[in-house]
T-cell receptor
């Protein structure tokens, strides 16, 4: 149990396009999901906290208009990278914390974004 | 603001050695601490989770300890194998589920 999926696992796009990444909790409900970004040879940095039914909370330095987060249901959060540029190329990982049960967060497998 | 530091940044050992990876955190008000493994280009594999009230957790050849008051955690790997080669990340977690990660220790186990 407690599986989190991400789609797509890998995406290559042209500069200026927008890319949507989905994060789903497959067998549990999560009111809160988190989005992280990992640049090559660096650790994961929290970008934003996604709350079901309300606006996301962004960490300092993360542009909310560039990284649009929608948490429309208790099992799905989406991250849209708008007008992507090469410097947005990164590994994006989400995590979800169950609404009930285990007091831990479960991480998705990540999405590798490459912007040409 | 929580800061997590992992030492060493890289470690190379011969197969069969026991080894210890270190993780320190600046804010002791954590909810739990988690150790992960990350293979190159891949996502995270959770290894061990220690709640703030616990002192250690064990899984197979892995043992993680937590000293919350001093802001330290260690991951002990017994009888290392080449398949253990990976980057090991520790994360200090709040009760809201927010994780602060260290930069990781890249382990190479030589056959």
């Amino acid at each position: 149990g407690a599986v989190v999926s991400q789609h797509p696992s890998r995406v290559i796009c042209k500069s200026g396009t927008s890319v949507k990444i989905e994060c789903r909790s497959l067998d549990f409900q999560a009111t809160t999901m988190f989005w992280y970004r990992q640049f090559p040879k660096q650790s994961l940095m929290l970008m934003a906290t996604s709350n079901e039914g309300s606006k996301a909370t962004y960490e300092q330095g993360v542009e909310k208009d560039k990284f649009l987060i929608n948490h429309a249901s208790l099992t799905l959060s989406t991250l849209t990278v708008t007008s992507a540029h090469p410097e947005d190329s990164s590994f994006y990982i989400c995590s979800a914390r169950p609404l009930r049960g285990k007091n831990e967060q479960f991480f998705g497998p990540g999405t590798r974004l490459t912007v040409l | 603001k929580q800061e997590v530091t992992q030492i060493p940044a890289a470690l190379s050992v011969p197969e069969g050695e026991n080894l210890v990876l270190n993780c320190s955190f600046t804010d002791s008000a954590i909810y739990n601490l988690q150790w992960f493994r990350q293979d190159p280009g891949k996502g995270l594999t959770s290894l061990l989770l220690i709640q703030s009230s616990q002192r250690e957790q064990t899984s197979g050849r892995l043992n993680a300890s937590l000293d919350k008051s001093s802001g330290r955690s260690t991951l002990y790997i017994a009888a290392s194998q080449p398949g253990d080669s990976a980057t090991y990340l520790c994360a200090a977690n709040t009760n809201a589920g927010k994780s602060t990660f260290g930069d990781g220790t890249t382990l190479t186990v030589k056959p």
